[in-house]
């Protein structure tokens, strides 16, 4: 069974940080890794996928990177606004035939950015 | 494109009663996954549905709980005769199913579900 733990659980810090959110899972054995972000009363919003044979993908002010031998992904947010506050949530895709598709999330990251 | 919708937004049901929530996945997107999010838990997989088939039912409660996406119209979570324990966020996710190591799944904004 796939478990995915996210550290720290909760973050404040000013803007401007560079941060650095940590997820790590049990089974090796994923076939692809999401970052998403969530916001308090709505959905999800994808914000990277990294797929097993790649190591990190980039966009705009957010990095993040997969290393599949020491179960850790690690999602970098440069230059942080008030704006990026929200939760952060890492999930996996096994690859294995019978969870084909099946999303295991960690609990997230609670991020607040204060002027 | 209209993302995925759902509805209702807020749901409220005394014991005992039926919850219906539907999924109306993207245009063009013929996979949809259900997900619960318990009060202080993460999100947890529920089922995983193409249309008339359900391909992945294993993290749905074996009782009350049942999902459908016909051929026509939103796909459905159906919880029979609710108990205060089914108070959640609901997500439904959809997906083009094309290629999988590329496919993002996308998330509608959640059925809350109180019981009281």
């Known amino acids: 069974k796939q478990e995915v733990t996210q550290i720290p659980a909760a973050l404040s810090v000013p803007e401007g940080e560079n941060l650095v959110l940590n997820c790590s899972f049990t089974?090796?054995?994923?076939?692809?890794l999401q970052w998403f972000r969530q916001d308090p009363g709505k959905g999800l919003t994808s914000l990277l996928l990294?797929?097993?044979?790649?190591r990190e993908q980039t966009s705009g002010r957010l990095n993040a990177s997969l290393d599949k031998s020491s179960g850790r992904s690690t999602l970098y947010i440069a230059a942080s606004q008030p704006g990026d506050s929200a939760t952060y949530l890492c999930?996996?895709?096994?690859?294995?035939?019978?969870?084909?598709?099946?999303?295991?999330f960690g609990r997230g990251t609670q991020l607040t950015v204060w002027p | 494109n209209a993302g995925v919708m759902q509805n209702p937004r807020h749901l409220v049901r005394r014991r005992g009663q039926e919850a219906r929530l539907r999924c109306s996945p993207m245009?063009?997107?013929?996979?949809v996954y259900w997900y619960r999010q318990l009060p202080e838990e993460g999100l947890k997989f529920m089922v995983y549905?193409?249309?008339?088939?359900?391909?992945?039912e294993s993290g749905m409660p074996k009782e009350r709980f049942s999902a459908e996406f016909p051929k026509e119209g939103p796909s459905i979570l159906r919880i029979q005769q609710v108990v205060r324990g089914d108070s959640a966020a609901y997500f439904c996710?959809?997906?083009?199913?094309?290629?999988?190591?590329?496919?993002?799944?996308?998330f509608g904004p959640g059925t809350r579900l109180t019981v009281l």
């Open positions: 996710a959809s997906s083009p199913r094309v290629d999988r190591s590329t496919d993002t799944q996308y």
């Open positions: 089974d090796s054995a994923i076939y692809n």
């Open positions: 990294i797929q097993s044979s790649q």
């Open positions: 999930a996996a895709i096994l690859d294995r035939g019978s969870t084909l598709g099946r999303l295991y």
């Open positions: 245009k063009g997107h013929s996979h």
């Open positions: 549905l193409q249309k008339e088939n359900i391909i992945d």
